[in-house]
């Protein structure tokens, strides 16, 4: 054992820790998933501490990490009528399908997008993470290609902006 371990990243789900883990491990950091509470659905991913700078390092741009992790309780009610809930998830299921690689926000939270997704299609309305929603920045469509889609789209990559941008505000203070 190299020292002791340290949390990099808690209150995720085992599923995308994992993810987490294997990514890693590829950089040749060596992780410890643990399950801290029997009673409970969460796990937290720790790396040996003289390691946890460049673990954090690489993870920067594609994961919740650290004390951020109180946005995951943060939602958006996104409501929506048959039409519009169908254009957004044709939209969503067409990014999961095309951008699920190795590093992206889709391929770490790809069950949490699923689940928007699900809920797309069974209900009217979805409460989504704000964190999962920054996370589709970096994959909406420039401005002059938007003027020919529906406005339950336009409406959507708005408020995908919104939130990142109060993101960024944020951190700015």
Known sequence: MNGPYVPIASSLERATLDRLDKYLARHGIVCQLE???????????SVVENEASRAQRILE???LLGGDMQSAEE???IRCN???CTEIATWLQLLLDEQDEEGSPIFFYRPHYEAI??????????????????GLKPFLP???KRVVMSVAL?????LIEVVSSDESAEEEA
């Open 35 to 45: 399950h801290p509470a029997a009673y409970s659905e969460r796990f937290v991913l």
């Open 61 to 63: 741009d594609i994961a």
């Open 75 to 77: 939602v958006v009610d």
């Open 82 to 84: 048959e039409v519009e």
């Open 117 to 134: 997704l699900d809920a797309l299609h069974d209900k009217s309305h979805v409460e989504a993470p704000l964190f999962l929603l920054r």
């Open 142 to 144: 420039a401005g002059p």
């Open 154 to 158: 336009r409406e959507f990559f708005d």
